[in-house]
């Protein structure tokens, strides 16, 4: 036994304090000259707080002034608040920065261009405003050329006579909107009508997006699928391309339920073209793989899920009240963008009149 040991066992014979109650003294000692260290090792000079080591005034036999853990910590605490307001003001400067850049805007353009669409652009390039504006000039063509705010849904409705896409009655525990989609129910082959009917359900769901919200969710029902259904990798690549260049960071999260082992190959291929931010958006979920599932109820409540995936709703698609909502939607499209347009007749042989009720404010 050493010195030290042996002097502290004489202590504790002298005082008559047990083992049990020796090694409680130890620990309790040991504790506090750790807290104590730590406490001194932290020095705050003026605003800045940095780590150093503790200096001892030989004269005085006194530390050097620090401050307690617990201002220390609020310290801390503001200078992140801190931090985080700059960051946001750093990023209100890039969008006043990114709206000057591209110019005066007109029409449509200009309603397009609100200051929540731009902040999407900047995310999408990293807040590199030469990038965004690039990447934001090219889809002001291409919506001036495709003029997706046009499309109807008597133009595309027989795309959707299955339901291979549509828009979910439900929204998921953040309020967004979501866009089923099953591809063993696709039915036809027309690339350019496929790609046209997605684009279509796309500003449709941006439409219906709640208040605040900017992005929507995906459920992808494998159920069906087939080499047959599915679509080629060509047309496949194109989707992703107008996804990814027109709709930035309008997807929050897609969830492939229960694809066939074949699919793996397919998604490989396709995932060559998908920007690594979007990739990291796309899970895959097994009905035995607990943890996937667990991931996907993170997103939506159970109640609301259709059975297709998992959950306890049943999911039934009505193509006739489908396109009855959508043509309503396309009211409030046409009044949104005004454009001046008659009102079209739907699968009953009714027409769909305007209706007053309020646009959600979101077309960015």
């Known amino acids: 036994m050493c010195a030290s040991s042996l002097s502290t066992f004489k202590v ?48 005085t036999y006194q530390y050097t002034p620090y401050k307690t853990l617990s201002s220390l910590t609020s310290e801390m605490f503001l200078r992140r608040k801190h931090t985080q307001k700059d960051d946001s003001e750093q990023r209100d400067a890039k969008v006043s920065e990114l709206r000057t850049a591209i110019g005066p805007l007109s029409g449509r353009s200009s309603m397009y261009c609100t200051n929540a669409c731009l902040r999407r652009y900047l995310e999408a390039r990293n807040w590199n405003v030469d990038k965004a504006k690039k990447m934001l000039e090219e889809t002001i063509k291409w919506r001036l050329t495709y003029k997706p705010e046009e499309i109807r849904w008597h133009e595309v409705a027989h795309e959707g006579e299955t339901g291979k896409v549509s828009r979910a009655n439900f929204h998921d525990r953040q309020g967004r909107t979501v866009l089923i989609m099953r591809p063993g129910m696709q039915n036809t082959t027309s690339a350019e009508n496929n790609i046209r009917h997605l684009v279509y359900l796309l500003e449709n769901a941006i439409l219906n997006l709640s208040e605040g919200q900017e992005q929507m969710s995906w459920l992808i029902d494998f159920t069906g699928f087939s080499l047959s259904t599915s ?41 060559l073209f998908l920007d690594p931010k979007t990739a990291q958006k796309v899970k895959f979920v097994y009905p035995k793989n607990k943890d996937s599932v667990e991931l996907m109820q993170l997103y939506f409540d159970v109640g609301n899920l259709p059975g297709e995936f ?52 979101r077309a960015s």
Not at 238 to 262: G, V
Not at 316 to 334: C, N
């Open 12 to 59: 504790c014979r002298q005082w008559r304090i047990g083992w049990t109650s020796m090694a409680g003294l130890l620990l309790w000692f040991t504790e506090n000259l750790v807290l104590k260290k730590c406490y001194l090792l932290w020095k705050i000079d003026d605003d800045d707080i940095e780590r150093d080591n503790a200096r001892y005034d030989t004269a």
């Open 231 to 271: 679509v080629p990798i060509r047309t496949a690549r194109d989707i992703i391309y107008i996804l990814q260049s027109h709709y930035p960071e309008r997807l929050a999260i897609a969830f492939l339920y229960n694809p066939p082992r074949f699919f793996e190959a397919f998604y490989k291929a396709v995932k």
């Open 310 to 361: 998992g959950g306890d709703a049943t999911l039934k698609y009505d193509h006739e009240e489908f396109s009855r909502l959508m043509a309503q939607d396309d009211v409030k499209t046409a009044k949104f963008w005004g454009i001046d347009e008659k009102p079209h007749q739907i699968g009953n042989g009714h027409s769909v009149a305007p209706e007053p009720a309020p646009i959600a404010q």
